[in-house]
């Protein structure tokens, strides 16, 4: 046995048999071991950005992790973004990176940095790092690198494999993949969370990661329906349970002051899998917590704890066992008409959208009239693509989540600028064809960055400003780029053109883009902000 | 005057008049600063690897950086890839990046890593990184970075810049941007090297960046005239002057059986701004080296040491100021009939393109046959798009090589897995309407991976390990990938056909893209590094 199969075994001991990849020399020992083998699915990317992001999508809706096969330094920094929003999402992911021979690195070929070696750049994005220094250790720490992949939440393993770590011979060693327990929270803890419950003032039960889940969510609607909490959600949930019969959770708020308004009624705050609600960016003269300073915030769980666990017993200490819980009502909205609209696409989805689908939310700017207008869809799984804020994780997302889920159809909900970060994706999606609808929400602008501009500009931009901020010169044609890479597509800008495509791609099955091309008003949010910018 | 201010003094003291540019949030006062001045011309890209890509071609053939304006730790990872190629080729390049205000990063917002900062990932591909802590000191490392860039043959410097060190006041103060000397190489040390060169042993002269740009080779070749030395180039070149009337020089072959072959019947190798040959990759069994251990080895000048004054010194040296130096001729082939090979398309450039133009070669295995086929065309630039072996560079480098130099035509030679990586590259040669034939080397495949799998496998290869080889299913279309971002774009597959496009696309000006299906037949290859390697 070599080293590459002492890692191969560990891998498939664990029952990871999926792998996105985009191998290169490096590599070749592993695509040779995956060749021979039945127990591996390989899905090749032609980015490593698609192939982390893929991982991501896929553990979220698997509930376990895919391996990753990337390429040297190079290889592995592609995929650094979506491995961003991974990490912050707590999404298990194991990467096994190849690496120059151990004894050839110190020659400074051509793939190594000039200023660092993998480790260094894995660790920024790896709750886990380690560098093989032989093929004697490479099954156990490819062992290792799964069992740190399962604790807590969830998190990112990197090991970093040397070509001759590959290739020397191993041992055919026991391979011991138990999880590491995650830890719970105290009793004591949660009983004075049960205390802070009963205390009479407004309250609001912060959810964040697994709590978010359909069996986390049935646990806190008990505990609303007992004590009266309001269940609010982190912006950037991983994933969410939602639609026809979920348990009602409120966003908190992405822009800093739709959140500290919406955050104005409460007196205190707890969490339970979620961080402390901030600003994603400070501005000058503004706060940058999104909770005012008159508000109480407790922490009942860390997302690194059991939060399932936590749930349960907060239920318990606040006797909530056997309530009836509130539950969210199914919407039949009109067929949408007229000009095409995020609303009028919400519309749309609330009404065509199979239950039991895979939602992926990279809208950007049109995302808030989606969300809103998805609330009444029949039953479905919400996976936000971004909870590190890294643009470009969509597509990718969606391609994992049907590869992890074959018979939910996924809707991915794409913004074009960040669309365009990751359109590999869609080879991969045509490759295995994959059930996916993709939706790109064309505004030919990173809109966001209008609302941006406008807290620093003391004038009207110039059309040179405006030039940073827009991608309308030229307009991309969706159309083409999908069907360059095999997927079929349509472009519509009317919101009975988009109902009727969209009706027919929840029909059908396998990989559809539709290019809708929506009219959007961001006004009234410049206005609102520069308002309470300089009303603070 | 504010800390946002004071940095685009620098910039523009410093004349570095292009930015490449994909920002966000935390580039607002940079893109305002830039919006209300006449100094800078932004160029937007759609990806950051374009963006860092971009700027060194540019600085390729400008001779002087451009900036990048990089949104945060995942914009600047997206670019690593493109500045790991640039960092290894010595090109100067100035990296501004956007960071969470210094009081956020402690609140832990969406976009802050997990595991480290961003000085943590850029250290791995710049020489010089530093993150400001205070609008005070923005202008001046603003300036600081200016002149590491320009130091040595080039060097890539990275600044992170906090939202808070944008909008804070700064001094108005004298920007100090004189560049730093390099240093010299010994006389005793070009002494001792044209005593090498007078001793009778069969000698290589390896050249390395700035030696193989036209001034460097114009002094070699008269070394070479004086003293009978072979002129080498690194397998990698960054910039070479080459075509008709030019120093011919032989470039040290790629893969490390072919180079070891070409070493061998050399007695000494001196290294003038090149590093010591290596293999990209070690091989079980094989040496690294790509010198034979027989052959002595000697340094000249190093790619941080005045390769040009080395150059000039030792021509003194050996006294050969007035030698009649050996020259290029033009070769005019007929033009190419019949299915469509590297050769062939080699054919066609070597009739067709003009002189003065700037050849970029990400061509991957049709490489070889690119080169050789275009040695007698019209005198021309010669850009390797990855001296760091990172794919993706090739179209990027082109639309900064094209925004440096528009007067010179761009023929990017671009393989179509690698072209993959980055092709919203694309998207920017419409917009700024560069002078860039992109030609995609169509094969279907990571060809070389073929060649790369041979080593390593005992048997003949399943269908799942091509699976991890081939990307021709589906076959990526690229005139629709390319018209989809406005890109006039052709499709052919005969000797005929290509020609006739090709010539068409250098008698027009603006972008243009042929995808090129191409003949290829690896197997040669592979046979004779199984014979070697089996042999050794």
Redesign the interface.
Known sequence: MNGAQSLFKALTSANLDTCF?N????E??L??E???SDSVR?I?C??E?VVTGAADGYARMAGKPAFTLLHV???F??G??NL?NA??ANTPVVNIVGA??T??QP?????E?????IT??A?????W?REAKSAAELGSLGAEAIRQAMSGSGR?STLIAP??CH?DPAPDAPVDVTPIATPRVAPATIEAVAELLANGRKTGLMLGNHALRNEGLELAGRIAAATGVQLLAET?PSRLARGEGRVPVQLVPYFLEMAQGFFAQYEQIILLGA??P?????Y?HSA??KIPPSCELAVCASPDQDVLAALDDLANAVGATQETVARCPRVEPDAPSGPLTAAGIGQSISLAMPEGATLVDEAATAGLDLYIHTAGARRHEYLYAI????I?NGLPVALGAAVACPDRKVVALQAD?SG??T??AL?SM??EQCDVTVVILKNDA?A??NV??A???DDE??E??????E?D?????????S????VPAVAVNTAEDFHREFQRAMAEKGPRLIEASISQDLQPVVDLILAQQRGS
């Open positions: 990849a191998p290169g020399t490096s070749m020992q695509v040779y995956m060749g021979k390989p090749l032609l980015q950005n330094g190079s290889g920094a592609n650094i973004a961003h990490s912050r120059n021979a004894y050839h020659n400074f070929p051509e793939h940095f000039i200023g660092g070696n260094d750049v660790r920024a994005v790896s709750h790092t990112v070509t001759n290739w950037f961080l402390p901030v600003s994603t960016f400070a000058q940058t917590s909870p590190g804020a890294a470009g600028g365009m970060y359109n590999q080879w045509a490759r990173y966001v960055l941006e501009l807290r620093v500009r931009p110039t040179k400003m405006l030039s940073m901020l991608i010169r030229p307009s991309i044609d969706w159309v083409k780029i069907e360059g890479m095999g």
